[in-house]
């Protein structure tokens, strides 16, 4: 990889419509050099969305989220009650056996 490229060659290729890999690969970059550069040039594919997108939720929504978590903790340490491991609930929960402890470790402290 090149510290060194054309930026007018970046631009030309960009302006054809070619995506960040295949401006990589002639370029000899990364894609994440190449996003990085465009970025820095202001080559925007949407110039209407920069950036990561807000999502808007109410207030009773954000609360339903945050109690339907609660309950998959409640539910996971009802596994472990009824003697299931740590690593077959995580499994079962879709969550990193970590998270399945720091429960354990709350619950034990309270």
């Not at 990085?36 to 969305?49: A, H, Y």
Request: aromatic letters at 6%; a positive charge; proline letters at 3%.
């Amino acid at each position: 990889m090149s510290k060194y490229f054309d930026a007018s060659e970046l631009k030309r290729l960009f302006n054809q419509g070619k995506t960040y890999t295949e401006i990589a690969s002639a370029l000899s970059l990364t894609k994440g050099v190449v996003a990085g550069r465009c970025r820095k040039f202001g080559l925007v594919r949407n110039p209407d969305r920069t950036g990561p997108r807000k999502i808007n939720i109410s207030a009773e929504e954000q609360a339903e989220r945050v109690q339907d978590h609660r309950d998959r903790d409640l539910d996971m340490l009802a596994d472990i009650k009824e003697g299931h491991t740590v690593r077959d609930t995580a499994k079962h929960w879709g969550v990193t056996p970590s998270h399945v402890n720091r429960l354990l470790k709350e619950a034990r402290v309270a």
